[in-house]
């Protein structure tokens, strides 16, 4: 088994002391605050200990969020919670590669499905990450209606603003294709603007 | 609605105007570093930087900053000509031919003859990436600019470890160049064996490069951006430089190394 493997792994320490080493090493180079060490305290528990309190440090922020951590703020200690059922190769990879950089991190979600979780849980809650690609004709109807229903929009309403007739916009619903000059006309009505990226 | 995100080079441009004076003055550069606090650069293995006696990493207010001190045993067994130029010296030398060729590496000052202090940039190196991620996604302009300059310094050391991958805006960026400007040429760069590897149209396309018009500007300045104290150093460096200009394509280059072709 290596470090890098896709699937999710346990830790089961000490036998895998290697392997939590090597993921704390790349906790580390992506935060600015020193990590003095760590325990498991049980199988589903991981605690980071610091020296001091952070400061300003962005990346611990993420990392904490990522974890579901929970701070002691009298002793500086970090608890990573349900450690078993996170995939820490993922997260792993996905720490070394982004450094918990946002442009980066954004990045790698548009391009690995993968890290898309990751990247929902610390900008986009459980909503659909704006950055994301829509690739398909479904996908772009359903984030329209989705936006519809936000606005408590009725499809009376939405055909009358863009000028478009029901059993139009019912196909697009359901997922038929659409004319770009009525997609404009749609994504007008409910002040959505269009974004093409090389 | 069109993003305005911050390119590289905004990046790289952002940097030096903010540290324009301490990167002009070494004692403003070690205030800025006694100022600043130092961050563990890992735990326990990670990254490692071979030989090198002392690697440090300090949060300053203009960004992260990594000093590098060689170590005499790594100039002995790369068979370095001290006098001519320590591992330091040359790196910093190889960044002003950088900077005079319009080549993004990141921005470094020399401290003392054995210590460089550079940039430090959140961006994975090649080997991190084809481990962890996949193949890279190589922009042929820069690929072509990357190898003219790791052939013109004569680099020894372009491994995968040795330069950084931007995914985000799918450039390679060298990092390490100290090992360079030696009397013989340099060996194939690894990200050239695998762009040749990869993308076989690519690698004979003509390339309109800007950057060979300013290598035919560099060379009168040769002298002055890469001071070596050994003519023949010297000589071999111009020698490279004049091979450098008749080329037209990534394949001219991986030919100067195949010196069969």
Redesign the interface.
């Known amino acids: 088994m290596t470090p890098f493997q896709k699937t999710p792994f346990k830790i089961s320490f000490p036998s895998d002391k290697e392997r939590l080493n090597l993921f704390m090493n790349t906790v580390q180079l992506c935060i600015q605050t020193p990590i003095d060490d760590w325990k498991m305290q049980d199988p589903n528990t991981l605690l980071l200990f610091f020296r001091t309190a952070p400061k300003r440090d962005k990346g611990l922020d993420f990392v904490t969020k990522l974890v579901d951590g929970t701070w002691n703020e009298k002793r500086n200690i970090l608890t990573f919670n349900n450690f078993k059922n996170i995939s820490w190769a993922q997260l792993m990879n996905f720490l070394m590669l982004s450094r918990l950089n946002e442009e980066n991190m954004k990045a790698l979600a548009k391009m690995d499905a993968q890290y898309r979780p990751f990247v929902r849980k610390l900008f986009g809650g459980e909503e659909r990450n704006t950055d994301e690609p829509l690739e398909t004709p479904e996908q772009v109807s359903r984030f329209i209606f989705s936006c519809v229903e936000k606005q408590n929009m009725t499809l009376r309403k939405l055909a009358d603003k863009s000028d478009l007739s029901q059993v139009s916009l019912s196909k697009f619903k359901t997922g038929n294709d659409i004319r770009l000059s009525s997609l404009l006309r749609i994504l007008k009505a409910l002040g959505l603007k269009i974004t093409i990226e090389k | 609605?069109?993003?305005s995100?911050?390119t590289l080079d905004k990046l790289f441009f952002i940097n030096y105007s903010l540290s324009m004076d301490f990167f002009k003055n070494p004692q403003k550069l070690k205030q800025l570093l006694e100022m600043s606090?130092e961050?563990?650069l890992?735990?326990?293995?990670?990254?490692s930087r071979g030989q090198t006696s002392i690697q440090k990493l300090y949060?300053t207010k203009y960004g992260k900053l990594f000093l590098k001190k060689v170590s005499d045993r790594n100039h002995q067994e790369c068979r370095i000509n001290v006098k001519s130029g320590t591992l330091a010296e040359r790196e910093s030398w190889a960044h002003q031919l950088a900077s005079a060729l319009g080549l993004n590496t990141p921005r470094m000052m020399l401290l003392d003859s054995l210590t460089t202090v550079q940039y430090w940039l959140?961006?994975?190196d090649a080997h991190?990436?084809i481990?962890?991620?996949g193949p890279l996604t190589f922009d042929s302009q820069n690929v072509f600019e990357c190898a003219c300059f790791d052939w013109l310094t004569g680099q020894i050391d372009r491994h995968d470890a040795n330069y950084l991958y931007d995914?985000?805006h799918q450039k390679i960026i060298l990092i390490d160049s100290a090992h360079a400007f030696l009397e013989w040429d340099g060996s194939l760069p690894h990200y050239l064996q695998i762009f040749e590897a990869s993308s076989l149209g690519a690698v004979s396309e003509k390339q309109y490069v800007p950057f060979l018009d300013k290598i035919g500007t560099v060379i009168s300045k040769l002298q002055e951006l890469v001071p070596l104290r050994s003519i023949a150093e010297q000589d071999a460096l111009h020698r490279r430089a004049h091979r450098l200009l008749n080329i037209k394509s990534i394949f001219d280059v991986i030919k100067f190394y195949r010196k069969s072709l």
């Open positions: 609605m069109w993003h995100k911050i606090e961050l563990p890992a735990v326990q293995n990670y990254p949060q959140d961006i994975p991190h990436f481990t962890d991620q995914f985000v």
